[in-house]
Each structure stands twice: as structure tokens, then as C-alpha cells.
């Protein structure tokens, strides 16, 4: 396979450099697929879809006949990280997430940060997912967010920065696992030659931390993941992360609160349930506490929450902190809690409650993004230079009518990978979703979800409108070696 | 384990046995109408009367020809058993409990499931695929065998098994009754030519024909009812399922073996006491068909009991005693 027609364009690419040089670690997989004739690199393409499609590693999409399963599409070009960069990104997200926590317990007791005029009283009171009740609550171990996905983009100057936190229920960790097991199954050579970092322990570290949150007096504690059934989205990653944990995999209808604990239904009677990782949005979890028409959730689950005899992850009330409008204040929130300037910064975000960013906002509306507080899947969304005429009117009328609610961004120039279309190999837009577990310590499982835009030029990557995956490698070798490594390969490159 | 899943795991293997069991049938048929092709049109109405869906199938395709009842019994999705709707079934009950069952069997279900799905797409004008029914037939084979080989023999393996031979037993009888009750034409077709070729059809779709043989030797309607339902060692014969589903049944309650404590084990204790201590002459002086309606009602019963015993939606010790909310009545 060759990669001379490739174009790297204006564009940052994650493979090669401006001056079509490999990136620091590409180098041993540029190797093996020069070395693959070009039809058997499209042969192992192919290959993938059809396991991925045995093995039904689907998705559910929302509006179509309930229980329609698509396969997630998957590019077997992976995109590297070098070592050095990624020692950066992991300190940065162990910092944003250390911050978040303290964030939002503060928020649920003193809200000393609102006190001190950081963060203004009616964004966080406003926020659609700040819950009331959950105000004075102490979740075991004081750990609010206990599993975070923070999306991350490369914009053309190299920068990482942060687009979003997902505090609630972040998903596709499955993909980046079952992305791996694929990817190792199609090219074991370059594994055993490379020193790729893996994943594979990603299951036993997430239950080894929900196992931390059980009260210290219970031996074995029983942890259970809490699903809202087949017909959800992320099904197929509920059962997955279930099966690979070891644990049940439960509904609504299999719990039942009793004298203030939580049983679940076998077929030997009920048995005590201690920790429950729920893939539900708070609306859900309780009919008594929350949204009474849920046939979701359990009905007394908050109180036996709030009594300490079960432990949930991620706790509930987490939500707001993944408003939009709150996330622009991340870098102060930061500087607030712990003393230190943000690592890896927002992109730079104008907030429409504040007068001068909406006069800004409301005029150059065709050069920016503009966001919805709240929405998610790359909904509620206008990408500025993309958009008609018609949408920017309609778009802004709705601005004007409710400021708190948007946020807008300068366009980003997404970084690039190489992608496989159709018998060619072209740069799509990519971002990157790394998952960060946050218990006795934080762990931040090395890459994570890649995700592609595959329609050309697109910068929306989300699976419901047209995105893929791939894999994502974190490359383990010392920064000493991959320097030295670079000029060699370089040089060898050049002259092939 | 949870009670939905045992529910799911016991449904799974029931609907993929049933899958394999209506291949059966089909094929019993194809048998049959090979060799007195003058009967051909007439043999296929009575599948779709054994089946118990006749009523469905009047009203949507009239004509009891090859051509419909194919059809109706292979790919109708409004039939819930034809085998396209079993292994949908079988496959949403899976998927329901994919961190239980092993992937292997996951795959495998879902590849048996692809397979029908696209022979039903492909099929305009199903010519009887023979071809299709085997690989059916050796599709639940398989799945059945990476069952056995991959998943741990515990309570969810026990409950695959209690699904599949209960399936399994009521199926035989089935494909028994077929034969005897609805093919016979007349009296006098007893003891002909015409009977021992139908009696070998019906051994051959019970895969017994060769066992049979060594067993019993001439073909004889008392040999193929002593073989086909009393048999204690050829494994699709009703009382060796029996005894499989008694011997699991008990390994998930725990119960001594020869003592009940819960109706479903006295449900199936009797009936299998009743089989092991009858014979072939009680049968058939009962009337075979009589003994095989009698047989299914009681395996309905115990279909029910099970349901009660393990599936069933029961309240938790202090919410027995309060009366509920409609929140709570919603949900238990």
C-alpha cells in the first residue's frame, strides 16, 4: 500500500508530518502496510466488517424501528499518540477531573465557588441537570464522577484542547476494546514488533474501583450494572463491560428496594445489592425521587443511596457540570480548587449569557459553532460556516430568546488520519474520547475512542450521524528512544 | 441468577430446539410425499394443524399447498413459530443475556440467525430446500455442542438444558402424533408397505432410524412407540429428555432426588415415574394419540410450574406485608 497520492493538506495529520514525514511512533505501522499489497490491506478492511457484524457489536439508533441495530463502522488505520504528548494529555485529565469533583461537591454543599464570584449563582441554578436533591448528599468515599469520557480535538497549531466533559454516562469504552481485539487479530506482527500500551485492563480496574466504593465492612461486595434494557443506544456496551466485569447485568425490574436496601430478583430469593454501576440518566433512576413516570429505574433507590447502602457510579448530580455554558468556566473552576493553571485548555468558548461575547457571537455567527447548553450527539448544534442563511436566522432568533442557553466556539480545524475510502487512502477529521476512572486513584486508560468523520469534510463524528472508530495507539517508548528513532526513520523514509 | 435471566437463557434454548424440531417436521413430510407422491397436496395440511396455527393460516394464505405451508412454517415473522421467528426469538433472548452465555454461543446464534435471515430474503418461491432444513438441523446441533463445551455447567446451563429437553420431549411427541394420528389413512394401511415406509420417515426425522435398527431390528409400530418415547438411552426419545430435565431441575433447587418440595418437581417426578414404570402395551392399548395429548397437556402444566416457580415476578419479605403503591404494583 502505498501513501504517495496521500494529502496531508492544511490540515494537521495524526500520521504525517507537513512535509509528509511520519509522525514520532508511525513509523513500524507505515512499514508493515507498504509492505501489504494494497489489496490485502482492503481485504483485512473488510475482514473487520464482517466480524464486527458476526460478533453484532452494534448500536441502536434513536427514531428508527425500536431494536434497528447498526454495525459502528471501523477503519483499520489507527491513529498514534507518542509517548511524550501523552504523558501531557493524562496529566491535564487527572487535573480537570480532580477539579470537576471537588466542583461538584462544593455545588451540593457550601458552593463556596459561587460565594467567591467565580461562578455566577443563575448558569449553575439554570443548569437542566443540577439536581436539588441532591443538595447536602455525601456520596461514599466522596467520589461524585467516578467514570469520565472527555472528548478531546488537535486543532491546525497542534494543540490539544478540550471540547467536552461527559460526566454522566460516558460510553464507547467497548469499542475501543473490541477496536483492540480486532485490530490485534488483523496485525500481529506490528503488535509484537511495536510497544503499543493495551487496554485490556480496563474492566478489571473499572471493577476494582466500583469495588472500592462498598462500604469497608463488606467482604465481597456484589456490584451490578444497571441497564435500561435492549432498546437503549449503548446496549451492546452495557452487556459487554458486564460480561468482561464479571458482574449482573440488571434492569429496573430485577431490583427491588426493601427496609431501605436494595435486593435484586434470582431465582434462589433476593440478594443484597451493595454497588450499582448505572447506565441511566438521573431522570430515571427513581420514580420517587426524580421523574415519577420512569418504568426505568428502581422506586426507592435514592433512599437507600442516601442511607449508604448502596453506592451508584456515577453518582447522581454529576450532570451539571456537562452543561456547556458551565464547562466555559472549567479553567477557572481549576485555578479555584486547586491553585494551579489548566493543563490542557477549553477551546477558546464565548458565552451568549454575557453581554459582549452575544454581541460577538450574534455577528459573526457564520465563522462560529454555536452549541446548545444540554444537547448531545451533535444536536442542537450550527456549524456556522456550513450552515444557510435560513439556519443562521433561525439560529439566532433562538440565541436571543434564551442567551443562557448557547455557547459558541471558533470553527476548529480537526486534526486528520488517514482513512480508508472506498480503495484509497484519504485524511478524515477525527477527535478523541480518553476514559478516566476515578477511585482510590485515577487511571486514565491509555488513548481511547477515536472517532472519525467518515463523510468527506464532515466534522460531526458522532455514530448517529455518520461517524466511525478506529484504534488508538499510545505508543510506550521512552521519549529518549523515540527521539534518536525519528531521525533514522526520517532519513530511511526520505530515501524509499 | 436473576430470575429475567434464567427466564431468557430457559426461552433461548427452547426456541432454538423448536427451531430445529419444525425442520423436523418439515422434513418428516418431504419423507413421506417422496414415496406416495400421489398423496403429495393433501400431506402438507395437517403440519399447519399440528402446529396449532391453522386458524392464523386459513385467514392469511387460504390453500394448505407446498408452496404456502413452506412458507408459513419456514419465514412468515407473523407466525411466532415459524423457524425464522424462533431463531429471532432465540436471538433477542440472547442478546438479552450476552454476559452469561458464552461469546462463542453468542456468535454462533447470531450467525444461524443471519443465515435464515438472508435464505428468507433470497426465497421467492421456497423450493424445498432440503439442503436448508439440514443445515438447521446442524445449526442447533452446533449450538447445543459450544453450549456444552463453553459455558460453565451451573445454574444457567442447567436452566439451557430444562428448556431444551422439555422442548425436545414435547417436539417428539409431536412429530409422533403426525404420523400416526393425522397420516393414517385408514385402517387398513396398518401393517402395509404404505405404514413401514411412513413408520421409517418418522424415525428417520427423529434422527433414530440407525439406533433403531440396532435396537429393535424389524420396523413395527410397537417398536417405533416403545423407541420414540420410552427409550431410556437414545437422547431425542421423550423419557430420556424427561429424565435429563428431572436430573437438571434438581440441580437448580437443590431438592434430594425422590423427594419434592416444589410443584414442578412433583409435576416431573410423576411423569417420570409414570414412563419408567409403564410400558409399550399400556400405551397402546391407552391409544397412542390419547397417551401423547395427555402427555403434552401434563408438559404444559410443568411449563407453567417452572414459570411460577423460577421466573415469576414475587414480592421481597417487608413489601409482602404493606399494602403497595401503584408505583410499586407498576413494577413488582
Known amino acids: 500500500m502505498r501513501f504517495d497520492e496521500y494529502e496531508v493538506g492544511e490540515f494537521y495529520d495524526e500520521m504525517f508530518s507537513a512535509t509528509s514525514r511520519p509522525q514520532v511512533g508511525a513509523r513500524r505501522l507505515l512499514d508493515a502496510l507498504q509492505h501489504m499489497p494494497e489489496e490485502e490491506v482492503l481485504n483485512c478492511q473488510k475482514a473487520a466488517e464482517r466480524l464486527l457484524l458476526q460478533m453484532g457489536i452494534t448500536f441502536n439508533v434513536y427514531g428508527e424501528n425500536a431494536g434497528v441495530e447498526k454495525i459502528f463502522p471501523f477503519d483499520i488505520l489507527p491513529r498514534i499518540i507518542s509517548a511524550i504528548e501523552w504523558s501531557r494529555i493524562e496529566r491535564g485529565l487527572k487535573q480537570r477531573i480532580r477539579a470537576l469533583n471537588l466542583f461538584i461537591d462544593d455545588i451540593y454543599h457550601e458552593q463556596k465557588i459561587i460565594k467567591d464570584g467565580v461562578v455566577p449563582a443563575e448558569i449553575l441554578f439554570s443548569a437542566k441537570s443540577y439536581r436539588q436533591q441532591c443538595v447536602g448528599w455525601n456520596p461514599p468515599r466522596g467520589i461524585w464522577c467516578h467514570i469520565t469520557g472527555t472528548d478531546l480535538v488537535r486543532h491546525r497549531d497542534g494543540q490539544i484542547y478540550v471540547l467536552e466533559d461527559n460526566l454522566r454516562c460516558p460510553s464507547g469504552v467497548s469499542y475501543v476494546l473490541e477496536n483492540r481485539q480486532l485490530m490485534k487479530n488483523l496485525f ?83 440478594e443484597r445489592v451493595d454497588v450499582i454501576y448505572r447506565r441511566l440518566d438521573d431522570d430515571f433512576l427513581d420514580p420517587d425521587c426524580f421523574r415519577p413516570d420512569s418504568m426505568l429505574g ?108 448557547y455557547i459558541a466556539q471558533p470553527t476548529l480545524s480537526l486534526s486528520r488520519v488517514p482513512t480508508l475510502i472506498g480503495d484509497k487512502c484519504e485524511g478524515r477529521h477525527v477527535d478523541l ?41 499510545v505508543m510506550a517508548d521512552s521519549p529518549h528512544v523515540e527521539r534518536d528513532q525519528v531521525e533514522v526513520d526520517a532519513a530511511a523514509f526520505a530515501g524509499a | ?159 439451557c438444558r430444562l428448556g431444551r429437553k422439555l422442548e425436545r420431549a414435547d417436539k417428539t411427541s409431536r412429530i409422533l402424533d403426525v404420523k400416526y394420528y393425522i397420516l393414517l389413512r385408514s ?18 426425522s427423529a434422527s433414530a432410524f440407525e439406533m433403531y435398527r440396532k435396537r429393535h431390528g424389524r420396523i413395527s409400530p410397537r417398536g417405533v412407540v416403545e423407541f420414540l418415547i420410552l427409550d431410556r438411552e437414545f437422547p431425542r426419545a421423550i423419557q430420556f429428555c424427561l429424565l435429563a430435565a428431572r436430573d437438571s431441575l434438581y440441580s437448580i433447587s437443590g431438592t434430594p432426588p425422590g423427594t419434592f418440595r416444589y410443584l414442578p418437581e412433583k409435576l416431573l417426578g410423576q411423569l417420570c415415574a409414570d414412563m419408567s414404570y409403564g410400558g409399550v402395551d399400556d400405551i397402546i392399548s391407552h391409544g397412542l394419540h390419547e397417551y401423547l395429548d395427555e402427555l403434552q397437556t401434563q408438559m404444559n402444566r410443568l411449563g407453567i410450574g417452572i414459570h411460577e416457580m423460577f421466573f415469576a415476578l414475587k414480592k421481597p419479605p417487608h413489601l409482602a406485608k404493606r399494602p403497595m403503591t401503584i408505583m410499586q404494583g407498576m413494577t413488582q
Not at chain 1, 476494582?208 to 456496551?237: C, K, Q, W
Not at chain 1, 493553571?341 to 457564520?366: K, Q, S, W
Not at chain 2, 418439515?26 to 391453522?54: C, K, M, R, Y
Not at chain 2, 387398513?188 to 413408520?199: A, F, L, N, S, Y
Request: net charge negative; hydrophobic share 40%.
Open chain 2, 1 to 159: 441468577m436473576l430470575s429475567r435471566v434464567a427466564d431468557s437463557v430457559y426461552w433461548m434454548s427452547r426456541y432454538v430446539e423448536r427451531a430445529e424440531n419444525v425442520a423436523r417436521f418439515i422434513e418428516v413430510n418431504f419423507q413421506l410425499t417422496l414415496d406416495a407422491p400421489a398423496l403429495s397436496d393433501e400431506q402438507w395440511s395437517p403440519l399447519v394443524s399440528t402446529s396449532g396455527d391453522h386458524e392464523d393460516f386459513a385467514e392469511r394464505y387460504g390453500t394448505a399447498s407446498r408452496e404456502n405451508v413452506l412458507r408459513f412454517l419456514m419465514f412468515d415473522t407473523r407466525n411466532p413459530n415459524s423457524i425464522l421467528s424462533c431463531l429471532r426469538t432465540a436471538r433477542e433472548n440472547a442478546r438479552t443475556v450476552r454476559e452469561i452465555i458464552s461469546s462463542e454461543m453468542w456468535l454462533h446464534l447470531n450467525k444461524f440467525y443471519l443465515m435464515i435471515t438472508s435464505a428468507a430474503a433470497a426465497a421467492r418461491s421456497p423450493e424445498p430446500s432440503q439442503e436448508l432444513l439440514a443445515e438447521v438441523r446442524l445449526a442447533s446441533h452446533l449450538f447445543t455442542g459450544i453450549t456444552d463445551a463453553t459455558m460453565a455447567h451451573g445454574e444457567a446451563w442447567h436452566f
Open chain 1, 298 to 405: 428502581v422506586p426507592g433507590l435514592m433512599e437507600a443511596y442516601k442511607a449508604g447502602n448502596v453506592a451508584l457510579a456515577n453518582a447522581p448530580g454529576t450532570g451539571v457540570a456537562d452543561d456547556k455554558v458551565v464547562y466555559a468556566y472549567v479553567p477557572r473552576i481549576v485555578k479555584y480548587y486547586l491553585g494551579e493553571e489548566i493543563i490542557l485548555p477549553n477551546v477558546p468558548t464565548y458565552i451568549c449569557a454575557e453581554e459582549e461575547d452575544l454581541r460577538y457571537v450574534l455577528e459573526h455567527i457564520g465563522e462560529l459553532v454555536i452549541k446548545a447548553a444540554n444537547e448531545s450527539g451533535g444536536y442542537g448544534m450550527l456549524v456556522g460556516p456550513h450552515s444557510t442563511q435560513e439556519q443562521r436566522a433561525d439560529f439566532a432568533a433562538r440565541v436571543k430568546a434564551n442567551p443562557r442557553n
Open chain 2, 187 to 204: 385402517v387398513e394401511d396398518v401393517g402395509t408397505p404404505i405404514d413401514d415406509i411412513q413408520w421409517a420417515a418418522v424415525l428417520r
Open chain 1, 188 to 270: 500481529p506482527s506490528v503488535f509484537a514488533n511495536s510497544r503499543i500500551r493495551p487496554v485490556s485492563d480496563y474492566p478489571l480496574k473499572l471493577r476494582d474501583m466500583l469495588e472500592y466504593l462498598a462500604p469497608d465492612h463488606i467482604d465481597t461486595p456484589r456490584v451490578v450494572l444497571l441497564t435500561p434494557g435492549i432498546y437503549n443506544s449503548a446496549y451492546f456496551e452495557h452487556s459487554f463491560l458486564a460480561q468482561q466485569m464479571g458482574i449482573e447485568l440488571v434492569e429496573g425490574r430485577d431490583l427491588v428496594v426493601d427496609d431501605g436496601v436494595v435486593l435484586m430478583r434470582t431465582t434462589k430469593g433476593f
Open chain 1, 433 to 473: 474520547r480518553p476514559y478516566i476512572l476515578c477511585g482510590k486513584d485515577i487511571f486514565v486508560l491509555p488513548g481511547g475512542l477515536t472517532r472519525v468523520a467518515l463523510k468527506k469534510g464532515s466534522l460531526v463524528v458522532n455514530s448517529s450521524q455518520g461517524g466511525g472508530s478506529k484504534d488508538t495507539w
